[in-house]
């Protein structure tokens, strides 16, 4: 079933797959936020910001994951995170400058749900001529999500 597909741990449409590869990122980041919080907050804030944040799910934002709810789940607990290592509860404008690159005054941890449409729209289309000849001898419809993302912009 195409909702189930997978290719090289990243899911090839929305569905099944989609739901739970972002239910057990969200998984995994609750657990090393919880371990984050046995070590120096400096040393635990790089590893939040370099390893646990926007790299971990980097790869599963080529997929159709725009508007998925888990990418806001996603994003709480990096902000509750942030928060913890920080010692302060960060306010709306707090969690938005903090998402800043750090040359321009914020911690550089990135919003996942921010990132998405973006990575979908670069994936889509650096391989549409690979797409285009794979697809070649087939009669499909066109990628009606790819379109509808090309005319929002």
Request: hydrophobic share 50%; net charge negative.
């Given at each position: 079933m195409v909702s189930?597909?997978?290719?090289?741990?990243?899911?090839?449409s929305k569905g099944t797959a989609l739901d739970q590869t972002l239910s057990e990122r969200c998984d995994d980041l609750s657990r090393a936020v919880e371990r984050l919080k046995l070590i120096a907050s400096q040393d635990?804030?790089?590893?939040?910001?370099?390893?646990?944040?926007?790299?971990?799910?980097?790869?599963?934002?080529?997929?159709?994951s725009v508007g998925h709810a888990a990418l806001g789940i996603f994003d709480e607990l990096l902000?509750?995170?942030?928060?913890?290592?920080?010692?302060?509860d960060?306010?709306?404008?707090?969690?938005?400058?903090?998402?800043?690159?750090?040359?321009?005054?914020?911690?550089?941890?990135?919003?996942?749900?921010?990132?998405?449409?973006?990575?979908?729209?670069?994936?889509?289309?650096?391989?549409?001529?690979?797409?285009?000849?794979?697809?070649?001898e087939c009669q499909c419809q066109p990628d009606d999500l790819l379109v509808a993302s090309y005319m929002s912009l």
């Open positions: 189930e597909a997978t290719l090289l741990g990243a899911p090839l635990a804030l790089i590893l939040l910001k370099a390893s646990f944040s926007a790299p971990r799910v980097q790869h599963l934002l080529c997929s159709p902000r509750t995170a942030l928060g913890y290592l920080t010692n302060c960060l306010s709306d404008s707090e969690w938005i400058q903090a998402t800043l690159p750090v040359r321009d005054g914020g911690l550089g941890v990135s919003r996942v749900s921010t990132l998405a449409l973006p990575a979908f729209l670069a994936s889509a289309a650096s391989t549409l001529c690979l797409q285009d000849e794979i697809l070649f």
